[in-house]
């Protein structure tokens, strides 16, 4: 699997060590719990991540062979650890960074970013992470969060917890059963990260372009989810191909987002006794107003976009799934061509027209 000289470049100027180590002593605190809670959390998530894969494999009819794979429970340390590691595949980092101030600067900032994202995410099935030598992604769940976001929520531990696992496992159906996913994520991130060999005149003057039309408020700015912050910042200093696959990843993540939640929604009320008041407890708590730093911070990490993701991406599965069926949308596993064009996600039958 290739990542592209650029992503390459990027990921041999990382301590990915240093950044690991960074993050872990950044990561903030969990809540105490003791030994029996937090020995029940492990080994019911554990067998949620079993007893999630069947529905969702009958709901999306995506094959995969073999046994269904063990989930890895982990700390907010250990996730840190993992994602620096999938970080370093995904780039194809060294071992050893080229230069070792470069290589601390850069892997402190990283560890920086991932002690934060740490605290808040639930779970994710990482396809650079390898569980064995044989090879494959993993699926991750962080039992501290779990536990810290179900009290928060006041809902049952039991449910919440197959409801969280039953989206994080339709992520390991995608990627088991559409191998090529992963590698299309890689390349494209290769293509988005590479250098572009233009000087620097050209770079600065498509970001002198992009400050001028938001000071000017030029149409269409605040509208286009694509070309707002710091998504219109990136769009600003890159090449048309950088552009492009941008605009793949983003519709990538979308799709992905959003096919996941259809399918918690289409599974849960069979598996999930009190799922509805999960989803609407859930969903208030993501839309919460944060205290200003903290908006700050998810504007630059890009996660107010991902939970934009999860509507457009669900609304285009429902959509799609409501007037031909999951065995056609199923199409849009096929290959890259077949995926969603940036202007089709909010506009279904668009996809429809082009590909059935």
């Not at 992604?137 to 976001?149: F, S």
């Not at 999860?310 to 290959?335: E, I, L, P, Q």
Request: overall charge neutral; charged content about 20%; aromatic content about 6%.
């Amino acid at each position: 699997m290739s990542s592209g000289t650029g992503a390459a470049a990027i990921g041999q100027a990382v301590d990915w060590e240093f950044a690991a180590t960074v993050g872990a002593k950044l990561a903030r605190a969990t809540p105490p719990v003791t030994e029996y809670t937090r020995s029940q959390a492990i080994a019911e998530l554990a067998e949620s991540s079993r007893a999630a894969e069947p529905p969702v494999r009958d709901v999306t009819r995506l094959t995969t062979s073999g046994p269904v794979p063990d989930a890895r429970i982990v700390d907010r340390r250990e996730w840190i650890r993992a994602a620096t590691e999938s970080m370093r595949v995904m780039t194809g980092g060294a071992a050893t960074p080229k230069g070792f101030l470069t290589g601390r600067v850069t892997g402190a900032q990283t560890g920086a970013v991932l002690a934060f994202v740490s605290s808040g995410i639930l779970g994710q099935y990482d396809p650079f992470v390898s569980p064995t030598d044989a090879g494959g992604g993993c699926l991750l769940l962080v039992y501290p969060n779990i536990i810290t976001v179900e009290r928060q929520l006041r809902v049952s531990p039991k449910d919440f917890r197959l409801w969280v696992c039953l989206h994080e496992v339709t992520h390991r159906v995608q990627f088991t059963a559409n191998p090529w996913l992963a590698g299309y994520m890689s390349s494209t991130l290769g293509v988005l990260t590479q250098d572009a060999g233009e000087d620097m005149a050209a770079m600065v003057g498509r970001l002198a372009e992009f400050v001028k039309q938001r000071r000017d408020g030029a149409t269409g700015q605040a509208d286009d989810p694509n070309n707002a912050g710091v998504l219109g910042f990136m769009r600003a200093v890159q090449s048309e191909p950088q552009r492009e696959a941008l605009d793949r990843l983003l519709v990538l993540g979308t799709l992905l987002e959003g096919h996941a939640d259809h399918v918690m929604d289409a599974v849960g009320p069979a598996v999930v006794p009190s799922v509805a008041s999960i989803r609407h407890r859930f969903e208030q708590r993501r839309t919460r107003k944060q205290p200003p730093l903290q908006r700050i911070l998810r504007a630059l990490l890009g996660v107010d976009a991902k939970l934009a993701q999860y509507t457009r991406g669900k609304a285009f599965v429902d959509d799609v799934v409501g007037r031909v069926g999951m065995d056609r949308f199923n199409t849009v596993w096929t290959s890259a061509e077949t995926l969603p064009l940036p202007d089709e996600i909010d506009h279904p039958e668009k996809w429809i027209n082009r590909v059935l």
